[in-house]
């Protein structure tokens, strides 16, 4: 199954639903940073939620969030737009934890591994200066996190849901999830019916697994109400490049570029989220230095 989002409004246009499919996407993250079964289901988790974040903003604008918990996996950071590209990093991909005990026994920790802490979001809207906002982790689930973000950052009530299911041998079978939020002029009858569909919900990985797509998902969750409004693809895609790389040594101050090209003679740089790895020469360096002192 192709990755996308299904973005549409239900019950009257009073609740607008984002669901998605993103095995693909995750499967490219878990290879490329080579998590560990904990790791990628939080990363994976963080990478669903953002790129249907980022379907909320215009072609052009591209927002940033960041998990700072002080869990085993330590900080995750996620960069998506509203074309559907999406990177993300991790700090320590190595991390393998399950719950021992509890109606969660035996599933993967994700809240253990991501810990207490805070997500940061940072808006580029192509404006003069960046909006940044913030909200404290609630269980370090992700999607509890995401759902408490909108509410008391953005102001709109909002249902997450995401899962990522593992495969013995660490790939990724499967990934996805929903965004759902109420709009101006929802009534408490249909609050009341959306909190039923919900609670009725079986596990995202489940529904999937069982051969459902974002399309019943959207059915479901809409209640037979709802209107598909467009589909967009989604990809792990990134942007790094040489040039880009370049342009980041030139914010250096001379004090620092001087040993890169005394001592080291060039910089070897490794892209945090793709790992493709850049060498800059001596003498690109010391062209940047010459242009700071003249």
């Given at each position: 199954?192709?990755?996308?989002?299904l973005?549409?409004?239900a019950?009257n246009?009073?609740?607008?639903?984002?669901?998605?499919v993103?095995?693909?996407?995750?499967?490219?993250?878990?290879?490329?940073?080579?998590t560990?079964?904990?790791?990628?289901?939080?990363?994976?988790?963080?990478?669903?939620?953002?790129?249907?974040m980022?379907l909320?903003?215009?072609d052009g604008e591209?927002?940033?969030?960041?998990?700072?918990?002080?869990?085993?996996?330590?900080?995750?950071?996620?960069?998506?737009?509203?074309?559907?590209?999406?990177?993300g990093?991790?700090?320590?991909?190595?991390?393998?934890?399950?719950?021992?005990?509890?109606?969660?026994?035996g599933?993967?920790?994700?809240?253990?591994?991501?810990?207490?802490?805070f997500?940061?979001?940072?808006?580029?809207?192509?404006?003069?200066?960046?909006?940044?906002?913030?909200?404290?982790l609630?269980?370090?689930?992700?999607?509890?996190d995401?759902?408490?973000?909108?509410?008391a950052s953005?102001?709109?009530?909002?249902?997450?849901?995401?899962?990522?299911?593992?495969?013995?041998?660490?790939?990724?079978q499967?990934?996805g999830?929903?965004?759902l939020?109420l709009?101006?002029?929802v009534?408490d009858?249909t609050?009341?019916q959306i909190?039923q569909?919900i609670?009725?919900?079986?596990?995202?990985?489940s529904?999937?697994?069982?051969?459902?797509?974002?399309e019943?998902?959207?059915?479901r969750l809409?209640?037979?109400?709802?209107?598909?409004?467009?589909?967009?693809?989604v990809?792990?895609?990134?942007?790094?490049?040489?040039?880009?790389?370049l342009?980041?040594?030139?914010s250096?101050?001379?004090?620092?570029l001087?040993p890169?090209?005394?001592?080291?003679?060039?910089?070897?740089?490794?892209?945090?989220?793709?790992?493709?790895?850049?060498?800059?020469?001596?003498?690109s360096?010391r062209?940047?230095?010459?242009?700071?002192?003249?």
């Open positions: 199954m192709e990755d996308y989002v973005i549409g409004h019950y246009k009073t609740v607008r639903i984002y669901t998605a993103t095995t693909t996407l995750v499967e490219t993250a878990h290879t490329l940073h080579g560990w079964p904990t790791a990628s289901a939080a990363l994976g988790r963080f990478l669903t939620a953002s790129a249907m980022g909320m903003y215009k591209r927002i940033t969030l960041r998990i700072k918990g002080d869990g085993p996996v330590g900080s995750m950071t996620v960069e998506a737009n509203g074309q559907g590209d999406v990177r990093d991790i700090m320590n991909p190595e991390v393998y934890l399950t719950y021992h005990d509890g109606p969660k026994k599933k993967l920790a994700v809240g253990k591994a991501v810990g207490k802490g997500l940061f979001v940072t808006k580029d809207l192509l404006m003069k200066d960046y909006y940044t906002s913030s909200s404290e609630q269980t370090g689930e992700i999607a509890d995401f759902t408490y973000y909108f509410t953005e102001q709109t009530n909002s249902s997450v849901g995401l899962g990522v299911l593992v495969n013995p041998d660490q790939s990724i499967t990934s999830g929903y965004i939020q709009m101006p002029g009534t009858e609050i009341d909190e569909v609670a009725s919900l079986p596990p995202i990985t529904l999937y697994e069982s051969g459902n797509t974002p019943t998902l959207f059915e809409s209640g037979g109400t709802g209107v598909i409004l467009d589909k967009k693809s990809r792990y895609h990134c942007t790094c490049s040489h040039d880009g790389f342009k980041s040594l030139q250096l101050s001379i004090d620092a001087t890169l090209a005394d001592e080291d003679h060039g910089a070897h740089i490794t892209c945090h989220f793709c790992k493709k790895e850049y060498q800059i020469s001596e003498a360096i062209e940047i230095i010459k242009k700071k002192t003249s």
